[in-house]
T-cell receptor
Framework: DTGVSQDPRHKITKRGQNVTFRCDPISEHNRLYWYRQTLGQGPEFLTYFQNEAQLEKSRLLSDRFSAERPKGSFSTLEIQRTEQGDSAMYLC????????????????????FGPGTRLTVL | AQSVSQHNHHVILSEAASLELGCNYSYGGTVNLFWYVQYPGQHLQLLLKYFSGDPLVKGIKGFEAEFIKSKFSFNLRKPSVQWSDTAEYFCAVNAPYGGATNKLIFGTGTLLAVQP
């Protein structure tokens, strides 16, 4: 499968624990996005990378959340001191865009989504 | 800030019925518009997209959507639904020149159930 992959698919943790999720984008994609989806809602943007640079972060991303993409390929999302309100599906998406530009054209910004990691905080 | 409204949260149709799902967005500038679909147990997939040109866009599986700029709408349609169209449908918008860069703003989704 050459699509976006995420690991783990499910994570159950106790409140206060730290968790880390991984996303492997489509190999030629230089842009990577994290979204969060709670029950009955659409995905909400968390953060965006172009190559290894984190270019945008949502206000939803509190200090307990950190994301990295060290080599411009896979990305990790870490949540420290988890709270019950962090329970959600965490989605990763990737797309291809021109280097050094946020410009969007017909062939860009089609974001391909992974299967998500479902986090349950007890 | 941009937002997307999907007015129908749950829709139940019989096979062969026509479908129209509403989507309205709030943003006055240039937008790119998308419909994503999530079939049971599967991940989000792009159904169709509008960037520019003909406001009537055709997607996969017989779906189409019409962009009406004056109404800030991008409604999804299908003339005859099938049981296999049972899924959750999300409208999304991106405002490439409004400082929002690449992020997608999603609506809350519409759960479609098609009865055989």
């Amino acid at each position: 499968d050459t699509g976006v992959s995420q690991d783990p698919r499910h994570k159950i943790t106790k409140r206060g624990q730290n968790v880390t999720f991984r996303c492997d984008p489509i190999s030629e994609h230089n842009r990577l996005y994290w979204y969060r989806q709670t029950l009955g809602q659409g995905p909400e943007f968390l953060t965006y990378f172009q190559n290894e640079a984190q270019l945008e972060k949502s206000r939803l991303l509190s200090d307990r959340f950190s994301a990295e993409r060290p080599k411009g390929s896979f990305s990790t999302l870490e949540i420290q001191r988890t709270e019950q309100g962090d329970s959600a599906m965490y989605l990763c998406a990737s797309s291809f865009g021109p280097y050094g530009s946020h410009e969007l054209t017909d062939s860009y910004n089609e974001q391909f989504f992974g299967p998500g990691t479902r986090l349950t905080v007890l | 800030a941009q937002s997307v409204s999907q007015h129908n949260h749950h829709v139940i149709l019989s096979e062969a019925a026509s479908l129209e799902l509403g989507c309205n967005y709030s943003y006055g500038g240039t937008v790119n518009l998308f419909w994503y679909v999530q079939y049971p147990g599967q991940h989000l997939q792009l159904l169709l997209k509008y960037f520019s040109g003909d406001p009537l866009v055709k997607g996969i599986k017989g779906f189409e959507a019409e962009f009406i700029k004056s109404k800030f709408s991008f409604n999804l349609r299908k003339p005859s639904v099938q049981w296999s169209d049972t899924a959750e449908y999300f409208c999304a918008v991106n405002a490439p020149y409004g400082g929002a860069t690449n992020k997608l703003i999603f609506g809350t989704g519409t759960l479609l159930a098609v009865q055989p």
